[in-house]
Structure formats: structure tokens, C-alpha cells
């Protein structure tokens, strides 16, 4: 299918954002609970396996290992970034939609990370984390800057409603990209 059958995508966000959270859930981790905020020291890399969308050139489905490396909100460990996006293929932006401040650093996030990376805008989706439990109301709005991205409210009291159709439409969005990257490195080097 493509090399290594896994793909890394990078959970990026201000501190307190729940991006830890939202990594557990989507990785189907048992550790959701809020038993007390730690943040997260570096990177943590969480992988599970996950059916691939079927690829529109090749017959039959697989499977592909997906990493996420959900990344520390804190700026003391921007001397490791280089090291922890180095070929990453996707990002999701996580930000507290109940802090004012998390969506004014959301543009810092992106350039810093997403667009240091490589990674255009496409393969970037915007999670606005609802912490509180409480119902979400409407729909979040980005920074004009930022209008290009899609952005999906998700609280971890609605996962089922909220994250995993969000995160599974980012999924599929991301694998057809890496078939089509596939494809024309393909044909590349078959002319």
C-alpha cells in the first residue's frame, strides 16, 4: 500500500487543551478519566491499528498502524519539535473552545508545526475541545487566518457523536492523500 502501512499524525495544541484526552479516546485507550491534569512531558506516541479506506486504484482493503504523537502544549520542549514532526503526514489542532486565549495561539500552532512540517492545509483539521461537559452549543468559529481549515466541536461526553466522526472523516481525507502522493511517485518513476 504505501511504505511502512502506518501513517504518524501529530496532536498539536496550547496546554490544557485536552489533547491527551482526545488521543486516548480516539486510540480507544482506557485512560480517559479526569483523574487530575498531567501534562505531558514531550511527545507520547499512541498506536493502534485501524482499517485503511479502500483505495480507489488498488482491490481489497488492509490495515495500517496509525501513530499518534500527541505532542506538550509547553514551550520548553520546542528544541525537540524538529525531532517529533520530522515525517509527519497529518495534523489535528486541539484547542479549549471555552478559552478565548487557546483560539487567539491556535495561527502559532500551525506555523510552528503544520507548516514547519510541511503539512498543507488539508491534512490539517482544527479539534474545538468542549472541557466542561457541558452541551455543546453551535458551531466554533476560526480566525479568519485560519478559514481554510475545517474545524469539528468535540467534547469527550459526545466521543461517539462528536469525535469519531470527525476524527474517521479526517482519516479517510488523509489516506486518500497518501494514495494519491503514492500514485504519482509511482508514475514517476514508471516515465
Known sequence: MFKGSS?????????????SRLANYI???????Q???RPTAGVRILEFEKEAPKNPKRPGSEK???????????????SCWPAIIKDAQGVICV?????????QELE???????????IPAALNVVFAHHLTGK??????KLPKSLSSLTVHDTSIEEGN???????????????????EKQEKEENRLMN
Open 27 to 33: 486510540a480507544d485507550r482506557e485512560d480517559i478519566s
Open 7 to 19: 501513517i504518524k499524525i501529530l496532536i498539536i495544541g496550547p496546554l490544557q487543551s485536552g489533547k
Open 35 to 37: 483523574n487530575g491534569y
Open 135 to 140: 452541551a455543546i452549543k453551535g458551531q466554533s
Open 108 to 118: 502559532q500552532w500551525i506555523n510552528q508545526i503544520s507548516k514547519k512540517a510541511g
Open 64 to 78: 495500517v498502524i496509525v501513530e499518534l504523537w500527541d505532542m506538550s502544549g509547553d514551550a520548553k520542549f520546542d
Open 161 to 179: 457523536q462528536t469525535i469519531h466522526p470527525a476524527f474517521e472523516k479526517f482519516f479517510n481525507s488523509l489516506m486518500l492523500s497518501i494514495y
Open 95 to 103: 484547542y479549549n473552545a471555552e478559552n478565548p486565549k487557546h483560539e
